[in-house]
């Protein structure tokens, strides 16, 4: 496994499956996570409603891949892109994978990876099957992400949330009682943890908030404090 300050990631893009507008987005929130090493966007570009891609592809840095479609039927992206994660799968060179795709096709794909011990972020839309969204390490929609000319609210709040703000309270407590406590106190980042391992999808900014912490204050039911550096969650009694 290589050994980076930064992980070194494997970024894949199913070009017929994510439109081009998000692809600034996309890219930003992935050099967040890690250093994208391998940035390759796949799709028939002799196809008329790719064109949009032309731009991002060249402002953004991508190496676009043609996959030529020779039968009816046979989806030449999916197949170009899973041979070609195979391919880096055993060159050894990446520490994780990001498949950028809302298509359910990739679910075995995702699986295998993950047999190997590398982990495998998925980006796609709100339509993406849910199936396909619980075999990923984690899970991002693009809806989530914001433009680079959006400001990001310093005080770690959204104008109004877009989820239901009982169901974020009822994951959090399910997190809580999985966590190892001598009290009623627990630590938000094994929260956070136990979290995303039983979610892969689970995502503060769906429910209007940055961070976890500000999605904890915002529920009445909880309580949060600071033990120094440390922060506390438990519920209210």
């Known amino acids: 496994m290589p050994n980076h300050d930064r992980p070194l990631l494997a970024v894949l893009i199913d070009a017929d499956n994510v439109p081009a507008r998000h692809a600034a987005k996309i890219m930003n929130e992935i050099a967040s996570i890690g250093e994208p090493a391998l940035r390759r ?31 009816r039927g046979k989806n030449a992206t999916d197949i170009g892109l899973v041979i070609h994660a195979m391919d880096i799968l055993h060159s050894g060179k990446f520490d994780a994978f990001v498949i950028v795709s809302s298509d359910s096709d990739f679910t075995a794909l995702v699986n295998r990876l993950r047999e190997d011990g590398l982990t495998v972020i998925g980006i796609g839309e709100e339509k993406t099957n849910p199936a396909l969204r619980n075999v990923y390490n984690r899970f991002i929609l693009v809806e989530n992400l914001k433009d680079e000319n959006e400001s990001n609210d310093s005080n770690d709040t959204a104008a109004k949330p877009k989820a239901d703000m009982n169901h974020a309270y009822q994951l959090i407590c399910n997190a809580i009682a999985r966590c190892e406590t001598e009290d009623e106190w627990v630590s938000s980042g094994p929260v956070g943890k136990n979290l995303m391992a039983a979610h892969p999808d689970f995502d503060t900014r769906s429910y209007g908030f940055a961070k976890l912490s500000g999605l904890i204050k915002a529920l009445p039911k909880l309580k949060f404090a600071n033990d120094g550096n440390r922060p506390l969650v438990r519920l209210k009694t």
């Open 41 to 71: 966007v796949y799709g028939d570009w002799s196809n008329e409603h790719l064109k949009s891609w032309r731009e991002p592809i060249h402002t953004l840095g991508l190496v676009a891949h043609q996959e030529t479609a020779n039968s």
